[in-house]
C-alpha cells in the first residue's frame, strides 16, 4: 500500500533526492515534485535530465504549497535551510529529512518550525558513494530500511510517512533519536571513518606509490575503500554531528585492533581463529538479510 502527497518538495538534489524523485515516479506516489538546490548549475543539470517537476530557482519558491518537504542536504545545513523556508510552509504540511544522524537535526530543524508544521525525522539507509543528481536510480531504496525517529509526531503523519517509505521499496522501522546515533557510529559512520583512514595510509606510506596502489588494489583493498569515495561535505557534517557517538565506538574499535595486534606479535592462532569465526558468523548474517549489496544503478530509464 502507497500513499500519495499532493506535492513533494526536495530540498538538495544529490544522489538520495534524485533516486527519491525516480521511485516516487515509479510508484505514483506524488502528484506533482518541486526541487531547489542551491548550485545553479545543479539546478540546470537536473532541468536537462527531467529531474523534479519543476526546479525552483528558491527553497521558498519549492517550498510553498507542499504537503511533503524532504530535506535532503548535509546535516549541518539543515538549521539554516529550516529557518529560510519557515516562511513557506503551509499549516499542516509535513517536513522530513534523509539526514544520518537524528538527534542533532531533530535539534536544527524542529525548534525553526512554525506552529502547525509537522516533523518527522527519517533516515533511508540505502547510498552509493556517488554523488550528485545525475546519481540517482529509483531502485535504491528497494529492500533496504528506512528509519523513522518521530519522537512525539503526530501518529497519523509518522503513520503515512510510513507508508510513503514503503511505497519508495524500503523496509521501515522506528527508532530513538540517540539510539539511532549509536547504532549508526557503529553500521555506518566509524566504518566511512576507518576506510577514509586506510587510503590516508596507504597515500602516506612512502614505500608504496599511487601508481601501486591504484593498480594493485586487490579485492579487500578495493571493496573496502569503496565508502571513501563518499561526498566530502556530507561525512564532515556527520561526524561532527555524531561526535559522541563515533567516539565511542572509536574507542572501542581500538581496543579490539590493538588486542588483534597483540595476537598477531604473540602468535596467539587460537585467539585470532575464534574471532575471525565469531566475526564471520555476523557477516553471514547481512548477507542473509539481503543487505550484503548495493542496488545496481540501472539510472534514469529504469524509472520512467
Given amino acids: 500500500m502507497s500513499v500519495t502527497y499532493d506535492r513533494v518538495a526536495l530540498i538538495g538534489l544529490g544522489l538520495i533526492a534524485s533516486s527519491m524523485f525516480w521511485a516516487m515516479k515509479r510508484a505514483g506516489l506524488a502528484g506533482e515534485v518541486t526541487g531547489y538546490a542551491r548550485s545553479e548549475e545543479t539546478r540546470a543539470t537536473a ?4 529531474l523534479c517537476d519543476r526546479i525552483c530557482d528558491s527553497a521558498e519558491e519549492a517550498c510553498k504549497d507542499a504537503d511533503l518537504v524532504v530535506l535532503c542536504v548535509p546535516v549541518g545545513a539543515m538549521e539554516a535551510v529550516t529557518r529560510q523556508i519557515a516562511p513557506a510552509l503551509k499549516e499542516g504540511a509535513v517536513v522530513t529529512d534523509v539526514g544520518s544522524v537524528k538527534r542533532a537535526v531533530i535539534e536544527a530543524v524542529g525548534p525553526n518550525l512554525p506552529e502547525g508544521v509537522h516533523f518527522v525525522p527519517a533516515h533511508p539507509l540505502a547510498g552509493t558513494e556517488q554523488s550528485g543528481p545525475t546519481s540517482g536510480f529509483a531502485e ?30 524500503a523496509n521501515v522501522d522506528e527508532m530513538e533519536p540517540d539510539h539511532h546515533d549509536l547504532v549508526l557510529a557503529v553500521t555506518s559512520h566509524t566504518p566511512h571513518l576507518i576506510a577514509y583512514t586506510m587510503v590516508g595510509v596507504a597515500d602516506d606510506l612512502g614505500r ?21 569515495a563518499s561526498d566530502p561535505t ?16 572509536l574507542g572501542r574499535f581500538t581496543e579490539e585492533l590493538f588486542a588483534l595486534q597483540r595476537a598477531i606479535r604473540q602468535g596467539d592462532g587460537d585467539h585470532l581463529f575464534d574471532y575471525f569465526t ?27
Wanted: hydrophobic residues 40%; proline residues 2%; aromatic residues 10%.
Fill in 47 to 50: 532541468r536537462e535530465i527531467g
Fill in 140 to 169: 535504491l531504496f528497494d529492500n533496504r530500511w528506512c528509519l523513522l525517529t518521530p519522537e512525539g509526531a503526530d501518529a497519523d503523519e509518522v503513520a503515512k510517512l510510513r507508508l510513503f517509505w514503503e511505497g519508495l521499496g
Fill in 208 to 228: 608504496v606509490t599511487d601508481t601501486e596502489v591504484v593498480n594493485f588494489s586487490a579485492a579487500g583493498f578495493r571493496d573496502f575503500t569503496r565508502i571513501a
Fill in 234 to 249: 556530507m561525512w564532515r557534517d556527520v561526524f561532527l554531528s555524531n561526535k559522541d557517538a563515533t567516539l565511542e565506538i
Fill in 278 to 304: 565469531r566475526t564471520r558468523a555476523i557477516r553471514r548474517g547481512i548477507i542473509e538479510a539481503g543487505q550484503d549489496t548495493d542496488a545496481p544503478n540501472f539510472g534514469r530509464r529504469s524509472s520512467k
